[in-house]
């Protein structure tokens, strides 16, 4: 099968690579769709360590079962995988089990290939008249999901009374915002340095987009979605929501810096972690993406896998207005 292959940081390389041998309980999928994830980035410039070279990435797929009694069945993918009797699962938060794994880190290789193994649990059945390359966005919109449901559960506010901000617009923060327009916050601002980004975000709708490099574009939220993860923007974060308020952060970008912790101290802020998702997360993200409750998803663009290479250089460019790149095996 056709693979896209980290072999080295800042190199990747389009290969033949073996058919990935189901284990017991995995099924084998072939890969219609695949997103490039900043996570894939991130190990792409060789900054983790959790994702030696030479390894398949990629974990944001939808696709086809290959075989067995399911053979035929379009689908997608949760990519987490966790141990379901660990205690963690047991309690509802199996994205925080020590026992979790995730396709494009060993021992299980990633889906920028034809072909992927993945256990029957971790799978979810996409309607025939959703489009598969659209099903792949379930995986990021499903980070977006998680972040603002337990934000909005912790600021414990009417929705019609919340005005929130969401600190990047790439795929994670463009998910968040279009998960809050769905709640139906009153107001809802996105910072996006990137010019071709910003009209992005802004043509869909119910949303504002600003530059926060020429000043900050809204004061005192009382949400604020972190979508970044740098100094710069745990700074703003600290710095503009409104005393009581919650920040969520959700990035992860490397560093430490930023947050003025005297502030969230001082003004009692809720600061959070968000990662992943739970499985009941990715079930509601998918239902809410079929409904169309989450807008057309029209904020991707497309490349065949063996463009790979140069969608990753155009990535770390900069020359990518669009919020994801989804890749297409040969054939898909």
Known sequence: MQALVYTAPNTLEVTDAPLPVPGPGDLLVR?????????????????DSRRPAPLILGHEAAGIIAEGPRAGERVTINPLVVDPDCPAARAGRPHLSPTRQIISMPPRPGAFAGFVTIPARNVLPV????DLQRAALAEPLAVGWHAVRIGLE???QP???VTALVLGGGAIGLAAALVLRRAGVRALHVAEPHPERRALIAGQGGMSAYDPREGDGIDAPDLVIDAVGTEATRAAASRLVRPGGVIVHVGLLPGESGFDIRRITLQEITLM????????DFADTLAAMVAGELGPLDWFETR??????AAFADLDAGRVAAAKIVLLPDGA
């Open 31 to 47: 890969v219609h769709a695949v997103g490039i994830c900043g996570s894939d980035m991130h190990a792409y410039h060789g900054h």
């Open 159 to 161: 929705l019609r009374d």
């Open 304 to 309: 065949p896998l063996a463009e790979g290479p």
């Open 127 to 130: 309607p025939d008249a959703f």
């Open 273 to 280: 972690g968000s990662y992943c998702y739970t499985p009941g």
């Open 154 to 156: 912790r600021l414990d």
